[in-house]
């Protein structure tokens, strides 16, 4: 099933908006159900749906912030802020998108971002497999 969508990936001038809305308002939907705002559960969903690797990446980028804030601002109702660490932590991210973007427009083949993205998803799911097991 995977094999057969990659083969099919839509270029991104040609994809619907409106078929693309749907799906990634409904993964938003989850995502915000189940607190996470990061792309773990959001980029691999888009990718398997056949949509290119990089507009993928793109759309998770900006989807993140929009989910991260509505948690963000729920949680802060919560529980006691370290803003100190919130700001360092920030700082990095913007430090990493403007290098990830950097090196993500070097990179030709996307079959070389989706094994990197696969390894490291893999590497992350066997680490909490391992931690929950102890």
Do not use: C
């Amino acid at each position: 099933f995977i094999g057969h969508i990659n083969k099919k990936e839509q270029d991104s001038e040609n994809f619907n908006q409106l078929f693309l809305s749907i799906p990634v308002s409904f993964i938003a939907f989850v995502g915000g159900l189940i607190g996470v705002g990061g792309g773990a559960v959001y980029l691999p969903l888009l990718i398997m749906i056949g949509i290119n690797t990089k507009k993928s990446i793109a759309i998770t980028s900006a989807l993140i912030p929009i989910v991260s804030f509505s948690g963000f601002f729920t949680y802060t109702s919560f529980v006691k802020m370290d803003w100190i660490l919130l700001v360092v932590v920030g700082i990095a991210s913007i430090f990493g998108g403007y290098f990830g973007n950097k090196i993500m427009h070097k990179i030709e083949n996307d079959r070389y971002l989706k094994i990197v993205i696969a390894l490291l998803l893999l590497f992350i799911s066997v680490y909490m497999i391992i931690e929950e097991i102890q």
